[in-house]
């Protein structure tokens, strides 16, 4: 099992930057399919970014395109989620995730098996 701690979380305005960060423990992530979701009040958890375990191939919902990067360093056992161009309708509860499976674009929330415990990122208009 492994243990994610998200941090960086915070108040900003519309059109300004934050960059989350993911810290696993207890087991080493590079084997790992990492992944970002969000959820806010009265709304299911959604898929926002995904990243395969060797880095390449960072994949995102049509919502964020453009605007959010995914990465890892597999050394440091962290995952990050760097956030451009914030939109009030990017308020919501961030989480991090680790999937084992490897192949394809994993994007449920039931195809991973390990989950922090989240990080408030609140836009204001």
């Known amino acids: 099992q492994v243990q994610l701690v998200e941090s960086g979380g915070g108040l900003v305005q519309a059109g300004g930057s934050l960059r989350l960060s993911c810290a696993a423990s207890?087991?080493?992530?590079?084997?790992?399919?990492m992944g970002w979701f969000r959820q806010a009040p009265g709304k299911e958890r959604e898929f926002v970014a995904g990243i395969a375990w060797s880095g390449g191939m960072p994949y995102y919902a049509d919502s964020v395109k453009g605007r959010f990067t995914i990465s890892r360093d597999n050394v440091k056992n962290t995952v990050f989620l760097q956030m451009n161009s914030l939109k009030s309708e990017d308020t919501a509860v961030y989480y991090c995730?680790?999937?084992?499976?490897?192949?394809?674009?994993?994007?449920?929330?039931?195809?991973?098996?390990?989950w922090g415990q989240g990080t408030q990122v609140t836009v204001s208009s």
């Open positions: 995730a680790a999937s084992r499976y490897s192949g394809g674009l994993v994007r449920r929330p039931g195809d991973y098996t390990d």
């Open positions: 207890g087991r080493t992530i590079s084997t790992y399919t």
